[in-house]
Structure formats: C-alpha cells, structure tokens
C-alpha cells in the first residue's frame, strides 16, 4: 500500500491510502477505538498490519499531502553510501557507516516550498531513499532486519555545504529548517518490492542530476538496520534516509547551488515523486 497524511476542505490531517492516483480514506479498527488519527500512531501501536483503503476523498491534485510521518523520535541519514558518489569524491567506501541527524523541524511536505537558509550561500540536493522503522528494536541481526522495516519513502537531504564543512561535524549544514522533504507516501515492503532495486533519480528545473538504483549501496538497509540496532534502540518511525549517488552540485564543475525559484523533483518508478520547490532566504 500507499500510505500518505493529507488535508482536504475541513483542514484536518489524517491518514489515507494512495489508490491510482486517489486518496482514500484508511480503515483501520484502532482508529475506530479513538487512536491519533495518524501514521506515526498507527506505528507506534503495531496497527500497520490491519488498514484498509476505505472510500475514495479525492483525487490526489484535490488535497495537501504533508510528511506521512510527523513526529519521528529519530531522523537518522547516511552519508557516503553509494559506490557512486564515494566515486565522485576520490573517497574510499567506508567501512562502517557514516552516519549524521537531522531534527523534526527539517520535515517537509511534498510540494513545500523550502526558504534558503540565510546563514548559507551554498545550499546543495541530495535525492534518497529512505525506510522507516516498524517497530522497538534493538540488537537486530542482519538477517532478520527486513521484518523490522515498515516501508520507503523519497527524501531529499537538503544540505548547506558552506555550514556543513565549517566544522569536523556535518550537522551545522544538516539541520535548517524544511531541510529533510519526504514523502509523497510511505511504502509498505511488499509494494516497494525489493530493498536493493529501488531507482531513483533527482531532476533540477528538469535536467536530470542524479540517477541510480538502492543495487549501488555500499551498506545496504538489512546492514543499515542491523548497525544501527547495535548503536541504539530503534522506535516505531524513526526515518532512516540512507545516503544519496552521484550527481551534487558541490562536486559539478561548474559547481550547482540551490537558488530561489528553482524546482527540485526525487522521483522513483518504485516509490512516486517528491516536488520541492525553494524560496527566498529566511
């Protein structure tokens, strides 16, 4: 299933589920007991496993989605994690993950228009898929990661190059606000298909800047999981944003900053399209 949060004509977020191109409404028993009428709820209460696409609400143009997860306790990115952009860099794969935060303030939806952060003038797109955490975890091996993924879904780590090399640490650059668009849907596994042939690919005004397939990742997401279980407790909706390929614009030559205006599209065959559009410094 296709599972997205929107607002349509009375203003109120709730979840639903994504039928070719319509929005339904999503049945589920623990919404009818009085759950938060959200995805982050329903995964908190292991409730994915029972909706349902009820009526039709409308057709997607017709409503506002907004991020399908709103209060995630943990939003974790990977950096170097594609063969591809290690490549670009001159950089050797690392051997353990390396990995970063960002914060709730850093969602945005699909279709959001994003402001420049003013303390930067070298902002950057990193188009990527991302999984969300199905459940409590810790200590998971490798082998039995999958069972603790909920599904995928677009990211785009959006990234201040100046601030984020200003310091050893790459968070600086990683957290302004509006800096983590997700969406347009989270994903369940078994309509994603598998985790290392999710394409993807980010365009820029329309030109294509990236392309690749989760096949070119050097820790793949079983391995992400299971590391990362191994470092901490893992919760239902925690967002892990697994690395992005080549193609940035701080390793172009001309380099490509974002400017105000500009469109950026991460779309996937597998997974839909996420439209960001960038706005004025704030």
């Known amino acids: 299933m296709r599972l997205v949060m929107f607002t349509d004509g009375d203003g109120a977020a709730r979840p639903g589920v994504l039928v070719e191109g319509v929005v339904h409404e999503l049945d589920s028993p623990l919404l009818d007991a009085g759950l938060e009428p959200s995805l982050d709820a329903l995964l908190r209460a292991g409730g994915l496993g029972a909706v349902e696409p009820g009526e039709p609400v409308a057709e997607l143009d017709q409503v506002s989605l907004l991020p399908p997860l709103r209060k995630p306790e943990k939003i974790v990115c990977i950096g170097l994690n594609y063969r591809s952009h290690a490549e670009e860099q001159g950089a050797e794969p690392p051997q353990q993950p390396t990995f970063f935060a960002k914060f709730r303030n850093a969602l945005a939806a699909p279709g959001a228009t994003v402001p420049l952060p003013r303390a930067s003038r070298k902002v950057d797109y990193e188009a990527e898929v991302a999984f969300v955490v199905a459940d409590r975890c810790k200590d998971v091996p490798e082998s ?15 990234s201040a190059r100046d601030l984020q090399f200003a310091t050893p640490q790459w968070m600086p650059g990683k957290v302004f606000d509006g800096s983590a668009p997700i969406g347009p849907a989270l994903v369940t596994p078994d309509e994603a298909g598998p985790h290392d042939a999710i394409d993807l690919e980010l365009l820029l005004n329309g030109e294509r800047m990236q392309q690749a397939t989760t096949a070119d990742l050097v820790h793949s997401v079983p391995a992400l999981l299971s590391y990362l279980s191994t470092l901490m407790t893992l919760e239902a909706g925690d967002i892990v944003a697994t690395g992005t390929p080549a193609g940035v614009g701080s390793l172009r030559r001309p380099r490509v900053w974002l400017k105000p205006g500009d469109e950026v599209i991460v779309r996937s065959r597998v997974l839909g399209e996420l439209v960001t559009r960038i706005g004025e410094p704030r």
Request: net charge negative.
């Open 144 to 158: 039995e990661a999958l069972d603790h993924v909920a599904g995928y879904l677009l990211f785009n780590d959006l």
